[in-house]
């Protein structure tokens, strides 16, 4: 299983980054993508997840203003942010588990190698 993270880059706030992932060697349909981001300093912290039933979660700091979708004949899940804040810079990881799509960075099995985000005028 191998995940691939692209569509980071550098935004004024007030702008909007669209992320994705893209997944080989399991399909949309058996497991659950989650995306999550570590800033300097700080733990890695869960930003949203989708479940195998397409089923959404979004944790606080993204709650109205991302939007996680998936593409099943793609092999793709996106992380659409808008209204992008400078607390948001970090590094944004996608990964992957097999069955609940759950808020645990340890739960996941797999991991891709993260895309970074910068929020700065």
């Known amino acids: 299983v191998q995940l691939q993270a692209f569509g980071g880059g550098l935004v004024q706030p007030g702008g909007s980054l669209r992320l994705s992932c893209v997944i080989y060697?399991?399909?949309?349909?058996?497991?659950?993508v989650g995306w999550f981001r570590q800033a300097p300093g700080k733990e890695r912290e869960w930003v949203s997840c989708?479940?195998?039933?397409?089923?959404?979660y979004y944790g606080n700091s993204g709650k109205g203003r991302f939007t996680i979708s998936r593409d099943n004949a793609q092999h793709t899940v996106h992380l659409q942010m808008n209204s992008l804040k400078p607390e948001d810079t970090a590094v944004y990881y996608c990964?992957?588990?097999?069955?609940?799509?759950?808020?645990?960075?340890?739960?996941?099995?797999?991991w891709g190698q993260g895309t970074l985000v910068t929020v700065s005028s």
């Open positions: 990964a992957t588990r097999w069955g609940l799509a759950l808020m645990d960075p340890e739960s996941y099995e797999y």
């Open positions: 060697g399991v399909t949309l349909d058996d497991a659950a």
């Open positions: 989708i479940s195998v039933d397409g089923s959404t």
